[in-house]
């Protein structure tokens, strides 16, 4: 089962001069669900039905100047979005559980450290959570992190959607959705607006900073879920170990998905579900 968006009605937040899009589906304690960079809401389209016939109510959203939310932003940092979840949950009556993917994932970071009592819970989906260093012996031995890195640093510079579109296509190792094809003409459409693609690549330059400065201060559990053929990283494994490890000792776990690239949820939802499902029943507040 999956939810696209018609299938689903979007609201808009107004946050200054912006408009943040989101939908609403479900009944029960409050799941933000957050994408990363280059992509829409749309990348929870199975795992949110999911969380919702669990008893969550679920809500999903645009990233600034991605989907349906609003360009003309003075900045798009991973703070920035950690404001705007914050505002969403409040809008929405939190707590709630904060899911990031990617640019995101380190989104959720700053948003638990700042605001402790609307944040109950975590979850990193192949978050960029610290800063990264280069990895040059990884560049030289792994192809698969060596083909994926120059594609995402192809983008950064030249901001390029055939590029982009050809990452997205590595970072998807194996099994792709069913609606593979649908889903990435729709995202074709979407960043070929204007201004878009300059969007993506301001948050490609933003450094992971502002996150890593705030792991030690998360105080709500946390889950960090990473693909093991994960293209971003020479050992995804080792990365999801890093955040645990900045972050007060026993809150974060790591689970790993097997065969899974850097977009877990899409590819592998059902493993993804159980395992989030299984994390807020045993460790969530609320």
Not at 2 to 8: Q, V
Not at 60 to 83: I, N, P
Not at 156 to 184: E, F, N, T
């Amino acid at each position: 089962m999956h939810l696209s968006l018609e299938d689903r009605m979007t609201e808009f937040l107004k946050i200054g001069d912006g408009e943040i899009a989101y939908d609403v589906t479900g009944a029960g304690p409050l799941v933000v669900l957050v994408p990363g960079m280059g992509i829409t809401r749309n990348t929870y389209r199975f795992l949110a039905p999911a969380l919702a016939a669990a008893g969550y109510r679920v809500a999903t959203m645009d990233l600034r100047g991605h989907g349906e939310s609003s360009l003309g932003w003075d900045s798009y940092t991973r703070t920035d979005t950690a404001d705007d979840i914050v505002a969403l949950i409040e809008h929405l009556g939190g707590p709630a559980v904060v899911v990031g993917h990617s640019f995101a994932g380190g989104s959720a970071t700053i948003a638990a450290a700042q605001r402790p009592e609307l944040v109950t819970a975590i979850v990193e989906i192949a978050p960029f959570t610290r800063a990264q260093k280069p990895d040059l012996g990884g560049l030289l031995s792994n192809g698969h992190y060596r083909k994926g890195m120059t594609r995402l640093m192809g983008v950064a510079l030249l901001r390029s959607i055939g590029l982009w579109k050809s990452y997205l296509d590595h970072a998807y190792p194996g099994v792709k959705p069913a609606d593979w094809a649908d889903y990435m003409a729709a995202l074709d459409k979407d960043l070929r607006r204007p201004g878009r693609m300059a969007v993506v690549s301001a948050m490609g330059a933003s450094a992971p900073t502002d996150a890593g400065a705030h792991l030690g201060g998360v105080r709500c559990p946390a889950l960090v879920v990473m693909g093991t053929r994960d293209p971003d990283w020479a050992d995804p494994r080792a990365e999801a170990d890093g955040i645990v490890a900045g972050m007060p000792q026993g809150l974060g776990e790591v689970v790993m998905i097997d065969g899974a690239g850097h977009y877990p949820h899409a590819q592998y939802p059902d493993e993804v579900a159980a395992a989030m499902l299984a994390f807020l029943k045993e460790r969530a507040r609320g």
